[in-house]
């Protein structure tokens, strides 16, 4: 893998994609290790994940609308009173992220598209999660809304700890994390990798 930003990485250099063939592996399924010219980088699979589709969710919501699939049973959910107006609060925002939401009825909304970059199997529990972790966020965070939107799906969409990744999974999040603005800290402020020198 080869990175386009290395201005970020304080100094690493990757191997060219020919010399770094079989050098990523995976740790307890938590961490990402990949060699390098001058030693190891240790990633946390997680929080480099988050950092990836916080920046890629938070560019849909201030510039572009999210691709959005069509859900093969459209899903009712019925929310409280100050749940409701919540979703009606960010409705927008939600649509950009590639949401198809509609009113239907007294506190009850419709669930008819997700954004076309998640493998979803439930609908519901996608969307009543991710309002859960937008309510936390707005608790606990003095943010836009948009910022608390971004956070909250990178946190219900990103790969979790436990999960088994192929080669070319763990490379392509090497890759875009490098190609993030900030790709050294995680949501929570705790960094996403370190580096292992040969010495």
Excluded: W
Excluded at 97 to 106: A, H, R, S, T
Aim: charged content about 20%.
């Amino acid at each position: 893998f080869t990175s386009h930003d290395t201005g970020n990485m304080g100094g690493l250099k990757f191997p060219d994609r020919s010399e770094s063939a079989g050098t990523t592996f995976q740790v307890e399924m938590n961490y990402i290790v990949a060699q390098m010219s001058t030693g190891l980088l240790i990633m946390d699979q997680q929080a480099a994940h988050e950092r990836i589709l916080y920046e890629r969710y938070l560019k849909q919501l201030t510039q572009t609308a999210g691709a959005s699939q069509q859900c093969l049973f459209p899903q009712h959910i019925q929310l409280s009173q100050a749940d409701f107006a919540l979703v009606m609060d960010i409705k927008e925002e939600l649509h950009s992220l590639g949401f198809v939401v509609l009113e239907f009825g007294k506190d009850t909304v419709l669930i008819q598209g997700v954004p076309a970059d998640i493998q979803v199997t439930n609908e519901k529990a996608l969307f009543e999660g991710l309002l859960e972790q937008y309510k936390h966020f707005k608790s606990e965070l003095t943010l836009d809304k948009r910022e608390i939107l971004a956070r909250s799906m990178a946190k219900k969409s990103s790969i979790k700890r436990g999960t088994k990744l192929n080669s070319t999974e763990m490379e392509t999040i090497v890759g875009q994390l490098f190609s993030c603005s900030q790709p050294n800290y995680g949501l929570s402020g705790n960094k996403t990798f370190i580096k292992l020198g040969l010495s």
